[in-house]
């Protein structure tokens, strides 16, 4: 139905739109973003979406709040421009960490940013490894079909491709309790054990991690997380576990946001290999998630 999908990238989606659409079978289509001298956001979709089935993709980093409006005028642009379907994929999407008042007057701010999808209505929405610790239902609140898809598998590969040898024996380890999901899928993936550290953040920056119970003397440690910000807990977990006496460490996370001096930071540690996704780019994306979102979206665009 609808004949061959049209595939389009924003400012922070083209590198993953161009893949899905080569992947998809899918014809790449193209919006127009410019800056007025204000400071506004213009967009202009190029291509005739009317009576098509289109895929919108934009990540909302590196700044996620100019990404943001980018993707609501497109996403509502393409509606009003009579497109059959429009299914948004959001590799990153900001905001997903203020899911709760965590102190008294704040903004819920996922909260608030879904509102806004659900004004534009998308027909889906496609993300990756978003926090979804304390929301239940994000298709209720997003108001479209919603996938959480995985990049962790994808990590997994390029580990096993890299480094089968040298992870042989080893553990992963998630610094976090909200990590163990990835540490478990990474550890089913290279048949591996895995271990949780208890983490404590004292402020955006700084945190303390503590393990107990975690057998790494002497072994490789695979490290995943969902999120590289600022460092701060990949280090912190790095000086625990070397202080263990683990082996050789790789680091792999999912959105490499790697903010200020992040990346230096981190090169610091004579890692084994320090790793990311596509969904975010920095000098670590070298694992593409399109892979994965081009699967999860065959499903509802089917052949083409
Ligand atoms: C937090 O819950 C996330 O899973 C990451 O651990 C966190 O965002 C990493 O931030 P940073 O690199 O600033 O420590």
């Known amino acids: 139905m609808g004949g061959r999908p049209i595939v389009i990238g924003g400012s922070q989606g083209e590198h993953v739109a161009v893949q899905l659409a080569r992947l998809l079978g899918a014809e790449l289509g193209g919006v127009e973003v410019q800056r007025f001298p204000d400071g506004e956001t213009y967009v202009r979709v190029l291509s005739d979406v009317a009576g098509r089935r289109v895929v919108y993709v934009n990540s909302l980093q590196r700044e ?3 990404s943001l ?4 005028l497109t996403l509502d642009a393409l509606r009003d421009l009579g497109a059959s379907e429009v299914h948004a994929v959001i590799p990153y999407m900001a905001y997903a960490r203020q899911d709760e008042r965590f102190k008294p007057g704040e903004a819920v701010s996922i909260a608030t940013l879904a509102k806004l999808f659900r004004a534009v209505g998308p027909d889906s929405v496609y993300t990756v490894d978003m926090h979804l610790h304390r929301i239940s239902d994000p298709a209720a609140l997003f108001g479209a079909r919603f996938r959480n898809i995985t990049g962790v598998r994808e990590l997994a590969k390029y580990v096993r491709a890299h480094h089968a040898e ?8 998630g ?3 909200e990590a ?10 290279l048949g591996l054990e895995y271990a949780v550290l208890e983490k404590r953040r004292l402020s955006p920056t700084e945190v303390r991690i503590e393990a107990r119970g975690a057998d790494v003397r002497g072994r490789p440690v695979v490290i995943v997380d969902d999120i590289i910000s ?9 000086r625990v ?6 082996g050789e460490v790789i680091v792999a996370c999912v959105h490499p946001l790697l903010v200020g001096r992040a990346y230096q930071r981190l090169l610091q ?6 790793v990311g996704t596509d969904t975010v780019l920095s000098p670590i994306s070298r694992v593409p998630v399109a892979p994965a979102i081009a699967e999860a979206l065959s499903e509802v665009l089917g052949g083409g």
């Open 269 to 274: 540690l004579g890692l084994a290999d320090l």
């Open 241 to 246: 576990l070397r202080g263990m006496g683990c």
């Open 175 to 177: 610094p976090d309790e």
């Open 64 to 66: 996620p709040n100019e």
């Open 69 to 72: 409006v980018e993707t609501l």
């Open 180 to 189: 163990e999901q990835w540490a478990r899928t990474m550890a089913e993936e």
């Open 166 to 173: 040298r992870v042989r024996g080893g553990v992963v380890v």
């Open 230 to 238: 600022t460092g701060g807990t990949i280090v912190e977990a790095v």
